[in-house]
């Protein structure tokens, strides 16, 4: 190991019309070191690293490495100063009609073609596949970046950051699109370049990947620091206090319903794929869980029960009568919702305002005769439905696209609410959302269940399963392995039995 190089960022404040985004934050970090950026939606992290890395550069405050004030208001100020960032977006950064070599020398290429007319191609492909090796990932150069996989695709920007001087690199959100084992892989490739002496900064919500692959960790809350820390000198549920000011059981409405009659009950499902003899049943005012590891089935199971793919055997009653669905429309009209994971691509219409978002699961309340749409009517129930939810969002004719993570899943799980459905399916509805966020969802999904809704509750977040479900199933290779009633089981339990335990 090199000597360590020492980043600060000192008295950062930075103002956007009408907000006031970060407030005299001090931020530092290492090289050959993993650090971890963390706060809820809207703390102010990546905000922070945007101006670390150059994209803002009206910012007041001072940064310094080594001691020595640094200038930085371009990219181009930030990458000769050996800070790289790696956005969530993979897609944007890169050029799909290019191979992977032209992409990770993009810069060099560039440059090249500015002074002279022709390029060493061959010198090109052998530069990126040496940083590859240098990364033990095995793609070839040659390779259009179109046929890469998202995880695929992100190692191809990490190398481009490396193929210059790279000092720190930032990581935003880098694990969110990637499966358990995209994952691991990921981290095995930041602990070589911790190695070799590389900074990695670490922006995640995902607090159990930051225990495992930080080495400190500093928290941020409504634009401002609140504490930095060892990870090795604190726990994830101090951190979530930090972040919310509050504890993390209170993260979890206490409520008490009287369970009712059996509303769902599902027997031996099967689909094309991977929904295996899958059985449950959801009774009136409980909130059962799916609980897995991604890949497992539960988005599948989900799918199913919805009409969304193709049931090929097993019955499906509700109220004890039994029906078939042919689709998701079949499935609304029977009284069955789905928030579905990918809540961009199929739970919400982001080029939309959230007037017409939260309405579009129940038109016919709001067609008049002769099938005029009653606006009026449209425009009360949706500003409403933003207070009771809590949306944040300018107003109510604002494009979804323009909310963050958090409110599209309100506006998602808003518009069941208009509709009025008896079986609610929550597929992972707490990704890619923060804590205090996370806080409102809880409350949502526990106030169907007060109002004697089904809830099914699929996800992955095992602390989430025990702390909102009644039931759960344990679902290994699209089947159940193992029905537990919640208040008797425990993570290392759940752990147990998704991954195959017997």
Same mark, same amino acid.
């Given at each position: 190991?090199?000597?360590?190089?020492?980043?600060?960022?000192?008295?950062?404040?930075?103002?956007?019309?009408?907000?006031?985004?970060?407030?005299?934050?001090?931020?530092?970090?290492?090289?050959?070191?993993?650090?971890?950026?963390?706060?809820?939606?809207?703390?102010?992290?990546?905000?922070?690293?945007?101006?670390?890395?150059?994209?803002?550069?009206?910012?007041?405050?001072?940064?310094?490495?080594?001691g020595k004030k640094i200038d930085i208001r371009t990219p181009k100020d930030a990458q000769d100063n050996g800070i790289q960032i790696v956005y969530q977006e993979v897609d944007t950064a890169l050029i799909p009609y290019l191979t992977v070599g032209e992409n990770i020398m993009l810069n060099e290429t560039v440059n090249d073609m500015g002074k002279k007319q022709f390029v060493k191609w061959n010198q090109i492909h052998k530069k990126a596949t040496d940083i590859l090796n240098r990364m033990n990932v095995n793609i070839s150069s040659k390779k259009l970046v179109s046929e890469l996989t998202l995880a695929e695709k992100q190692m191809v920007l990490i190398a481009r950051s490396i193929s210059k001087q790279c000092k720190f690199l930032i990581l935003d959100e880098p694990t969110a699109p990637l499966s358990h084992s995209e994952t691991k892989e990921l981290f095995r490739i930041v602990r070589e370049l911790v190695k070799e002496d590389v900074g990695i900064i670490f922006i995640s919500h995902r607090l159990p990947e930051l225990f495992e692959i930080c080495e400190e960790i500093t928290v941020m809350k409504n634009g401002k620091f609140v504490i930095k820390e060892n990870i090795a000198d604190t726990?994830?549920?101090?951190?979530?206090?930090?972040?919310?000011?509050?504890?993390?059981?209170?993260?979890?409405?206490?409520?008490?319903?009287?369970?009712?009659?059996?509303?769902?009950?599902?027997?031996?499902?099967?689909?094309?794929?991977?929904?295996?003899?899958?059985?449950?049943?959801?009774? !009136?005012?409980?909130? &059962?869980?799916?609980?897995?590891?991604?890949?497992?089935? $539960?988005?599948? +199971?989900? =799918?199913? @029960?919805?009409?969304?793919?193709?049931?090929?055997?097993?019955?499906?009653?509700?109220?004890g009568k039994s029906v078939k669905i042919k689709d998701p429309s079949d499935a609304v009209k029977k009284g069955i919702a789905l928030v579905p994971e990918e809540r961009r691509k199929e739970g919400i219409l982001v080029q939309e305002s959230v007037s017409t978002n939260l309405t579009s699961?129940?038109?016919?309340?709001?067609?008049?005769?002769?099938?005029?749409?009653?606006?009026?009517?449209?425009?009360?129930?949706?500003?409403?439905?933003?207070?009771?939810?809590?949306?944040?969002?300018?107003? !109510?004719?604002?494009? &979804?696209?323009?909310?963050?993570?958090?409110?599209?899943? $309100?506006?998602? +799980?808003? =518009?069941? @609410?208009?509709?009025?459905?008896?079986?609610?399916?929550?597929?992972?509805?707490t990704k890619g959302v923060d804590v205090g966020a996370k806080k409102d969802i809880f409350e949502l999904i526990s106030g169907l269940a007060k109002?004697?809704?089904?809830?099914?509750?699929?996800?992955?977040?095992?602390?989430?399963?025990?702390?909102?479900?009644?039931?759960?199933?344990?679902?290994?290779?699209?089947?159940?392995?193992?029905?537990?009633?919640?208040?008797?089981?425990?993570?290392?339990?759940?752990?147990?039995?998704?991954?195959g335990g017997k």
């Open positions: 190991m090199g000597v360590s190089i020492l980043l600060e960022m000192k008295n950062i404040s930075i103002e956007f019309p009408g907000v006031k985004a970060l407030d005299e934050v001090f931020f530092s970090t290492k090289t050959g070191m993993t650090h971890a950026l963390i706060g809820a939606n809207g703390a102010g992290k990546s905000t922070l690293m945007k101006v670390l890395s150059g994209a803002y550069g009206h910012y007041t405050g001072e940064i310094y490495i080594e726990t994830q549920n101090k951190i979530v206090e930090y972040m919310l000011g509050e504890k993390l059981e209170e993260q979890f409405p206490k409520y008490h319903v009287e369970i009712g009659d059996t509303v769902l009950k599902v027997t031996g499902l099967h689909d094309k794929g991977l929904v295996k003899n899958f059985s449950m049943h959801v009774n !009136e005012g409980e909130i &059962v869980g799916i609980a897995g590891l991604v890949g497992a089935g $539960k988005t599948e +199971i989900c =799918k199913a @029960l919805f009409g969304a793919s193709k049931v090929t055997s097993g019955e499906i009653q509700i109220r699961a129940s038109l016919n309340k709001f067609s008049k005769f002769l099938s005029f749409v009653d606006t009026k009517g449209e425009k009360k129930i949706s500003i409403e439905m933003i207070k009771d939810l809590g949306i944040k969002t300018p107003s !109510e004719e604002t494009k &979804v696209q323009n909310l963050s993570g958090g409110n599209q899943q $309100k506006v998602a +799980i808003g =518009k069941w @609410l208009i509709s009025d459905a008896e079986v609610y399916i929550f597929d992972e509805p109002r004697g809704k089904s809830v099914i509750y699929a996800s992955s977040e095992l602390s989430e399963i025990l702390g909102i479900t009644d039931r759960v199933y344990v679902v290994y290779d699209g089947a159940v392995a193992k029905e537990l009633e919640t208040k008797s089981a425990n993570e290392e339990e759940l752990l147990f039995y998704s991954t």
